[in-house]
């Protein structure tokens, strides 16, 4: 079995990853980075936040670079809870 890059010791992804596994699926899927937002937070959360200059769109931002360079790990490695 292949770990991804950024692994926890329970051999599960780190949560950064998931973020960028999230990101990365979105944009494949043709997501504006608004929707992929509210995948990782929440609708409410993206609602409240959401402005040109926000923490959460830079956040994205550098998730979307990040995810871009690979991280090695895909939803499969995330498990179902967060980290």
């Known amino acids: 079995m292949t770990l991804p890059s950024k692994t926890r ?10 973020a ?9 899927a043709g ?9 990782l ?11 040109a200059d926000s923490a959460m769109r830079s956040k994205l931002r550098r998730l979307l670079r990040r995810a871009g ?6 939803p499969d490695d995330c498990g179902s809870g967060s980290a």
């Open 9 to 18: 010791a329970s051999g599960r992804a780190s949560a950064g990853a998931c």
């Open 20 to 28: 960028e596994a999230v990101v990365a699926a979105g944009r494949r």
């Open 31 to 39: 997501k504006p980075l608004r929707e992929i937002a509210a995948d």
């Open 41 to 51: 937070y929440s609708r409410e959360q993206v609602d409240a936040d959401w402005e």
């Open 69 to 74: 360079a690979g991280s090695g790990a895909g």
